[in-house]
């Protein structure tokens, strides 16, 4: 089984992306949740993180990270509803369970000690912008080379947007952290990007979501309706497909087997000038390059389903 560390700036899909994570048979152990802002900011996101945990009664140490980008903050954060979570009326703030999880140690810090405990065994899949990444690899310069492998969910090879007309979320929040990210981490550790495209191309469709998924008779599938309502409701009308499950994409891609069904090698980096297009990512399949990343462009859906809907089966109540 894998070893998990999940930086994430939760988020809905990232809360199925936790769900699936939690529930994988293939994921031997959650060493720790590292949290950045993004879909809100980062208070929130440490209590987003720590109610899904108490949902599925899982002690996972948290750790709390980036308030905000390096260079310039991003306004436009609401996206996922005002508390990240679909603005659900449940609570998220059990202050003695959020105690009993949250740890001392910044985020970026946490990383670095943890990739010394587990040298070489780490799979980080980083769901959020990825400041907390930029700054543990410039505090320790050799933390990537003691990961396993890194997945990151973020960017386009075709310069694809949603954040901006050619800017995936992630990226645009934070530039300068992601080119970090794509300059440092290739050079001693195996990374795979999952782009907002095969987000969308494989993305879970409406009948599969409305008429199973959130059909299930289980309480985590009551809570899962209720958190996504406003989200699915809002994503509907811009991608007609379906749900792209961003973040479970790169969950999938580290615990599931076959699960990436195509993909390519490329030289990856980000814009961060251009007045239109900083956070854009830029690929160059021009040259050859050292340290290539691997960006997928194909998955099996059929694989996703089942681990979406295994992950809000359990019977076991709140
Ligand atoms: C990314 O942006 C966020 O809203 C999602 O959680 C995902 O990480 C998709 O562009
Ligand atoms: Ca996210």
Sequence with gaps: GKTLLLDTDAGIDDAHALMVALTHDNCREIVGITCTYGNCLVDQVVKNVSYILEWYDRKIPVYKGA?????????DLAFHGLDGLGD??????????????????????????????????????????LTNLALACRIDGNFPSRLKELIVMGGSHTA????????????????????????????????????????????IEWDWMYDTWLKQDSPKATLNRDMTKNLLKKIKSGIPEGYPAWDVLAVATALQPNFIRD????????????????????????????????????????????MLYKSTMSMESH
């Design 88 to 129: 659900i009326e449940y609570r998220c703030d059990n202050k003695e369970w959020i105690d009993s999880l949250l740890q001392s140690e910044h985020a970026a810090i946490a990383m670095i000690n943890l990739s010394k405990k587990y040298e070489k065994e780490i799979t980080l899949v980083a769901i959020g912008p």
């Design 67 to 75: 308030q905000a980008s390096l260079m310039r903050t991003y306004e």
């Design 263 to 306: 993909s390519f090698k490329t030289f990856m980096t980000v814009e961060l000038h251009g007045s239109r297009t900083r956070g854009q990512a830029v690929i160059d399949r021009r040259m050859k390059c050292d340290y290539p990343v691997e960006v997928i462009t194909k998955i099996d859906r059929e694989l996703l389903r089942e």
């Design 160 to 203: 694809m947007g949603n954040a901006t007309s050619t800017g995936e979320f992630n990226f645009v929040v934070d530039p300068e952290a992601a080119a970090i990210v794509l300059d440092e981490f290739p050079k001693s550790c195996p990374v795979k990007i999952v782009p907002l495209e095969v987000t969308h191309a494989c993305s």
